[in-house]
């Protein structure tokens, strides 16, 4: 499976947006980008993904670079709710049946 | 209905115990999932049934076995374990390549 590379950490203020960042360097033609969240003592939640274009959904928007190699997941509004750790996920879209985690962003929301 | 309900949320056993997790999900999903997940790290893919079939085993120790007795349901079998197998354990589903639905976990301690 291609690889992703995540911060460790991120922190942001309430009511400001966030980015959060992702490398898939070795990403191949037929994965598509996931990103699922995971809040304190709860099983991960899906957020969004695409392919190639940008994606917007009610929960945030996803940007993806021209060359796919790099992604960045966007929370217009981070609220207090919105702390968790961010999994950003390549997913073949051929196979589709791994879906492999890896050590993710902890977000941190300041009141 | 987007739930998928795992049971029991908590679970204690003697390392001679048998016991099972159950995993449920009424959204017609084809692919189900068993992960483990250690506390503060991400979880870990074990097993991935695909149409009621056993598509990846993770080279998961004999002591887990999977069973998939129809596309709604799916158990892990657990004999022999070990207190380092204590951890949450997620079942998840999805449609093929789509977003993953997960449940809130077992919590399951071996002693």
């Known amino acids: 499976d291609a690889k992703t590379t995540q911060p460790n950490s991120m922190e942001s203020n309430e009511e400001e947006p966030v980015h959060l960042p992702c490398n898939h360097s070795?990403?191949?033609?037929?994965?598509?980008i996931h990103w699922y969240r995971q809040l304190p003592s709860q099983g991960p939640e899906y957020v969004i993904h695409?392919?190639?274009s940008n994606v917007n959904n009610r929960m945030a928007s996803l940007a993806i670079a021209e060359d796919r190699k790099s992604s960045t997941l966007i929370l217009h509004r981070a609220t207090l709710r919105d702390a968790a750790v961010y999994y950003c996920?390549?997913?073949?879209?051929?196979?589709?049946?791994?879906?492999?985690f890896g050590e993710g962003t902890q977000l941190t929301v300041n009141p | 209905d987007t739930e998928v309900t795992q049971t029991p949320k908590h679970l204690v056993m003697g390392m001679t115990n048998k016991k099972s997790l159950k995993c449920e999900q009424h959204m017609g999903h084809r692919a189900m999932y068993w992960y483990k997940q250690k506390a503060k790290k991400p979880p870990e893919l074990m097993f991935v049934y695909s149409y009621e079939k056993l598509s990846i085993n993770e080279s998961v120790p004999s002591r887990f076995s999977p069973e998939c007795p129809n596309s709604s349901l799916l158990n892990l079998h657990l004999h022999a374990l070990q207190p380092e197998d204590s951890a949450l354990y997620l079942c998840?589903?999805?449609?093929?390549?789509?977003?993953?639905?997960f449940g809130q976990g077992t919590r399951l301690t071996v002693v």
């Open positions: 695409g392919l190639t």
């Open positions: 070795t990403i191949s033609g037929t994965d598509y």
């Open positions: 998840a589903s999805s449609w093929t390549g789509g977003e993953a639905f």
């Open positions: 996920i390549l997913r073949d879209g051929t196979s589709g049946s791994r879906l492999t």
